[in-house]
T-cell receptor, first 111, second 115 residues
Framework: GQQLNQSPQSMFIQEGEDVSMNCTSSSIFNTWLWYKQDPGEGPVLLIALYKAGELTSNGRLTAQFGITRKDSFLNISASIPSDVGIYFCAGGTGANSKLTFGKGITLSVRP | NAGVTQTPKFQVLKTGQSMTLQCAQD?????MYWYRQDPGMGLRLIYYSASEGTTDKGEVPNGYNVSRLNKREFSLRLESAAPSQTSVYFCASSEAGGGSYNEQFFGPGTRLTVL
């Protein structure tokens, strides 16, 4: 089946640093979504991308839909302690309503 | 709007007991989903309902049943709980139909422990 690859499993950064996360697949997706999960909570949608090459920002977050439609990245600038959490990428084909999720990257921010 | 709500928040069961996890959404979404989340495994789809009156198996359906009670509600039932079903369960919903309709919105989760 389709799989999305996110690595590494964990990232540790200093407060104020920028961080970039990739999500790759061997399959093509028509939609890329990025979610964040705070400890003890459900995932929350951060950014949604619908066109190959699209670059979208949401505050300090920027995400891009890869031109091949097989990858996406999320960049967080000037990290702050509340950026701590698990970041998931998800891809949709539009053929049905299902999404394929990556396993997530746990981000830790050192003050 | 409450979005997606789940009950209960926490549950402890003994092996062999049964229970139903409840989920409701007030966004008039067509599609609803049940996921389980285990450490290092990400979110795995158990069952989904593309529209009212339909349900389909996801990646890990064994040991579970679902009911799409109406457009708002989608329940997940464990008939005979096993320790391997200890997990955090999330319900989600989406408008469905491609494009922005793929966006799924999640509930706060149910933390289930099976002893």
């Amino acid at each position: 089946g389709q799989q999305l690859n996110q690595s590494p499993q964990s990232m540790f950064i200093q407060e104020g640093e920028d961080v970039s996360m990739n999500c790759t697949s061997s399959s093509i997706f028509n939609t890329w979504l990025w979610y964040k999960q705070d400890p003890g909570e459900g995932p929350v949608l951060l950014i949604a991308l619908y066109k190959a090459g699209e670059l979208t920002s949401n505050g300090r977050l920027t995400a891009q839909f890869g031109i091949t439609r097989k990858d996406s990245f999320l960049n967080i600038s000037a990290s702050i302690p509340s950026d701590v959490g698990i970041y998931f990428c998800a891809g949709g084909t539009g053929a049905n309503s299902k999404l394929t999720f990556g396993k997530g990257i746990t981000l830790s921010v050192r003050p | 709007n409450a979005g997606v709500t789940q009950t209960p928040k926490f549950q402890v069961l003994k092996t062999g007991q049964s229970m139903t996890l409840q989920c409701a959404q007030d966004m008039n979404h067509n599609s609803m989903y049940w996921y389980r989340q285990d450490p290092g495994m990400g979110l795995r789809l158990i069952y989904y309902s593309a529209s009212e009156g339909t349900t389909d198996k996801g990646e890990v359906p064994n040991g579970y049943n679902v009911s799409r009670l109406n457009k708002r509600e989608f329940s997940l039932r464990l008939e005979s709980a096993a320790p391997s079903q200890t997990s955090v369960y999330f319900c989600a919903s989406s408008e469905a139909g491609g494009g922005s309709y793929n966006e799924q919105f999640f509930g706060p989760g149910t933390r289930l422990t099976v002893l």
